[in-house]
């Protein structure tokens, strides 16, 4: 879809990771078999030192397939053992690229505020980056796994 902005963020709060993990399973099993409905990132939020932290794989695992293909190339350049270590560096900068992609989680700061208040005692949000059309279908989903369901649209 050429019109895919996922320019909404549906957050559902968890109580624990299980149930958190149970819904990404669904939610991208039906992204995947879905022609009507692309999600864009999807990962879980929860607070390490007070802190809110991503885990959004999906865009991590494209970081590290380019990481390895960069480095690859830079490898070949260099010799036969630069392949290893070129692929193997590219894995990691580009997992590292990847894990630092902030477009899904393009929050304003009073909606950040308001996630950490959410996120207490162990609970983990699920995100999905969504279009308009989606919101209601994903935020169900999300529902029928017993989360606490929260839409916020990126700035």
Known sequence: ???NKNN???VAIFDDQDAADSAIDD???WNNQSKAMK???IGTLNLEEGEIVSRIPRQIGKGAAIGVIAGTIAGILSGSIGILI???GGA???GAVGSMFKKATNLRPEDMIRLKEELTDGKVAVMATV???EKENTSGKLKRYGGNVLTFTAP
Do not use: P, T, W
């Open 1 to 3: 879809m050429s019109n």
């Open 8 to 10: 909404l963020v549906v």
């Open 27 to 29: 939610l991208k099993s």
């Open 39 to 41: 999600l864009g990132a």
């Open 86 to 88: 070129g692929a193997a």
């Open 92 to 94: 990691l900068a580009g």
């Open 131 to 133: 279009d308009e059309h």
